[in-house]
């Protein structure tokens, strides 16, 4: 085996990708190896921890066919500090992969090429589509804060792409929050499958490089986007029916700016007090049609009040959701405007945004549920103020089936 790569950077930066599922600690020490593979005027770079597999491909010269498994870590480590327009040989002799680069030699171990594990492959027949780049992205950004990392509920802790009426239509949900992304992208046959975090992490990685081509079987899942492309296990179980969860539009709806509004939040959460960091901190939101300003406040200390104008306002309500799940939610929506829209008592938070490109996206925030939220019918001119009444505990998880009626 022997190649010449014309620049280290190029390298570099395909080792950056193609080692990225390695692991850090792995009983099985081949994980831990990246696969070298000449093949004709192509060097084909791969890593994998079983689950996701990444390629990355290198155009070289003066190139002999062969493979080498070699330390993923210390590859990258030397060829990340070599010049950048220097060219780098490989040459695999005496089972060690020899590295020249101007005057500096090196060396790295390397194992049996038959011991580095099988490629995850799609089957021929697998479900396949392209997602332009800034669709992909949007699917990454709107959707990855929402999903669960708890292991015991795995099924939550990816994201759901399923066809509907010849679109896709993609959601995560932790059981507290949901978010929902449709594109207009027609996969031409049945589809509901789970895409686990560590792959919607790798399509925002692709989507930088350019358009990526999606295959999708029963179990597997194949991206390509240039020269490079992975492949994931999907993760194996029933998404939950979530759009029982997702509220119907009312006539309760205010429209406010997105950074205005974040400002505020961080202002609040920077006055809070609470017991312990674990303790959450809830935000109070409260909008009438009497008036254009709209109130978020502590309800816990209802002197800490801030409040907005609102650009459009119909109805009123008053609700209370947790703050860092609403500042999650505004910062993936990245609009200049969100709409807010709750139905009554207990109803979770619809939140959209008026002027994205990608109508319907939207997301859900159930509201705090350890305590009633009501307001006093004030003097006229003065301001709504949130009262707290003790309920005991209870969960603001959003329901899943099975679950008591």
Request: charged letters at 25%; hydrophobic letters at 45%.
């Amino acid at each position: 085996m022997r190649a010449h790569i014309e620049e280290a950077i190029v390298l570099a930066k395909a080792l950056v990708f193609a080692a990225k599922p390695v692991p850090a600690r792995s009983t099985m020490s081949i994980l831990q190896h990246v696969r070298l593979a000449i093949l004709g005027t192509r060097l084909e770079v791969t890593a994998t921890d079983l689950d996701l597999e990444h390629r990355a491909i290198v155009e070289v010269t003066g190139a002999a066919d062969g493979i080498a498994v070699v330390p993923a870590g210390r590859l990258a480590g030397l060829v990340s500090a070599l010049p950048p327009d220097a060219g780098v040989e490989l040459v695999l002799e005496d089972q060690a992969l020899r590295i020249q680069c101007r005057r500096g030699r090196y060396r790295l171990p390397t194992l049996p090429a038959a011991d580095f594990p099988p490629p995850l492959a799609v089957d021929p027949d697998a479900v396949a589509f392209t997602l332009q780049a800034a669709d992909a992205r949007a699917l990454c950004d709107r959707l990855r804060y929402a999903a669960s990392d708890e292991e015991l509920r795995y099924y939550l802790t990816g994201v759901n792409v399923q066809e509907q009426h010849g679109r896709l239509v993609c959601v995560s949900t932790d059981g507290h929050r949901l978010a929902q992304v449709t594109l207009e992208v027609d996969p031409g046959r049945d589809l509901n499958v789970i895409m686990p975090a560590h792959t919607v992490e790798t399509l925002k990685m692709l989507a930088g490089v350019g358009d990526v081509q999606v295959a999708i079987d029963a179990a597997k899942i194949n991206l390509t986007a240039g020269p490079w492309s992975a492949a994931s296990k999907l993760i194996d179980a029933s998404f939950p029916d979530y759009r029982r969860v997702i509220p119907v539009a009312s006539s309760n709806q205010v429209t406010i700016p997105r950074p205005d509004l974040l400002a505020v939040l961080k202002r609040l959460k920077g006055v809070s007090c609470r017991a312990s960091e674990k303790e959450p901190i809830s935000v109070g939101i409260t909008w009438d049609d009497r008036k254009a300003d709209v109130e978020f406040c502590l309800p816990r200390d209802a002197a800490n009040v801030e409040t907005l104008e609102s650009s459009a306002v119909s109805g009123a309500a008053a609700v209370a959701v947790k703050l860092d799940y609403l500042v999650e939610t505004l910062e993936a929506l990245s609009r200049q405007a969100v709409c807010f829209d709750h139905s009554g008592p207990g109803s979770p938070v619809l939140i959209t945004a008026p002027d994205d490109p990608l109508e319907p996206a939207l997301a859900v925030i159930m509201p705090m549920a350890e305590v009633a939220w009501h307001r006093d019918e004030p003097p006229a001119g003065e301001v709504h103020q949130f009262k707290a009444k003790p309920r005991g505990r209870a969960s603001s998880r959003a329901p899943e089936p099975g679950d008591a009626a």
